[in-house]
């Protein structure tokens, strides 16, 4: 009897068997559905999308017609005015500070541009930045958001539990950059963001790993407890300066626990709309996986053994194993450890690998969202077993923001 990755794996094939590997498709049922399913565990507060983990306007402009979904968050300016100027969006929250001087002019001498971008800072010398490329005077008022460092830093921080963002990290330093943002002219404080990767990035159930399991799980709620009482403190010593329009926070891995904060406003969600491997490691809640590519076999160099050309396409993060894509269909593959996934060639081991032939598909997750599209022009986008369409990633528009 056919397993349901049996049927996955005829549908895509079938779907796609006009297309020569390599290639990338986003199954659309499962993308619609994870999209759905991410608003109702926001609590009703909208949700940012995380441009990042599409890169492809079309799914961008897919998910912002939906309920629930309000505003881009962009990881470059440049990519935010884009987004803008093509009418994406008219509001992009930029992730992190830009030392760009061309995009930083672009926006100081666009009103419209101006109005739809907010900029990411921590600290004033960014400012600085800002104003020697065009003074306050001969601009309009530039949006600014106030990026609240949610790391957990307990034994008197002695120990460090999540990224190592911004230098913001209690209520006062937040209030003390909020009052020099709001005494500097040229600027305009709208909102505060902080992003608790430990928690939000970060899945409580590795894998055959109960007890590094466990003890994820007793830091996330050490550091979810201690980020209420402090994002709480810090947008109140924030508001003393300014009116806020957004409190930002979370991804797709803390959507639910992130929109409970009284303090947060909105969450940002983006990975979970394709569901990428790193996302099999949560207990909260798993996305369907909507992305996949494909990579030809051209080889077969031993019993149990199957290569396919490509297939080498790394996630960023630690070097480990788990930022490796997985091959996925044909159930019953698995990477060789002393070669993983290579640039040209991978090669695959497994009791499956005997039914492959040249020219059969082999199918894998990444383990990240939005980054494939770095190795694409288009994804092919699949309903049942026919490619219905296809959108072009940015890189396919000739664009690379980063």
Not at 138 to 158: E, K, N, Q
Request: proline share 7%.
């Amino acid at each position: 009897m056919a397993t349901e990755s049996d049927k996955l794996r005829e549908r895509l094939d079938r779907a796609t068997a006009h297309l020569d590997p390599p290639y990338a498709v986003v199954d659309l049922t499962a993308f619609d559905a994870n999209a759905a399913a991410l608003p109702p565990r926001a609590g009703g507060k909208p949700i940012r999308v995380a441009s990042k983990s599409v890169r492809a306007r079309g799914l961008l402009g897919r998910v912002l017609g939906r309920p629930g979904w309000a505003g881009v968050m962009a990881f470059t300016l440049p990519e935010a005015s884009w987004l803008v100027r093509t009418g994406v969006t008219d509001d992009a929250l930029v992730a992190y500070p830009t030392a760009d001087r061309g995009a930083l002019a672009e926006l100081a001498g666009d009103g419209e541009l101006a109005r739809a971008v907010t900029l990411m800072v921590d600290g004033t010398d960014q400012l600085d930045l800002i104003d020697a490329v065009r003074p306050p005077g001969g601009r309009p008022p530039l949006r600014v958001c106030i990026d609240l460092d949610a790391s957990w830093r307990p034994l008197r921080g002695r120990v460090h539990v999540g990224v190592r963002r911004s230098p913001v990290h209690s209520a006062r330093a937040a209030g003390a950059l909020a009052a020099a943002v709001a005494g500097r002219p040229g600027f305009r404080l709208v909102g505060l963001m902080s992003y608790e990767a430990q928690i939000a990035g970060l899945g409580d159930a590795p894998p055959g790993r109960a007890a590094l399991a466990a003890a994820i799980r007793v830091a996330q709620r050490g550091s979810y407890r201690e980020l209420l009482a402090r994002r709480s403190a810090a947008v109140a010593a924030v508001r003393e300066h300014a009116e806020l329009e957004f409190v930002n926070g979370g991804g797709t891995g803390s959507v639910a626990a992130t929109s409970a904060d009284p303090a947060v406003t909105e969450v940002t969600a983006g990975s979970g709309l394709y569901g990428p491997t790193l996302f099999d490691a949560y207990r909260a809640w798993r996305p369907t996986p909507a992305a996949f590519f494909a990579c030809a076999v051209v080889r077969r160099p031993a019993p149990r053994l199957a290569t396919v050309l490509g297939g080498g396409w790394i996630a960023s993060g630690p070097a480990a194993d788990t930022r490796l894509p997985a091959p996925w269909l044909p159930t019953g593959l698995k990477l060789l450890g002393a070669e993983g996934a290579g640039e040209v060639q991978t090669p695959l081991a497994g009791r499956a690998a005997d039914d492959l032939r040249v020219g059969d598909r082999v199918w894998f997750r990444h383990a990240k969202a939005g980054e494939p599209c770095e190795h694409v022009n288009e994804l092919h986008l699949v309903e049942g077993d026919r490619v219905v369409g296809s959108v072009p990633t940015y890189r396919g528009e000739g664009h690379a923001f980063l």
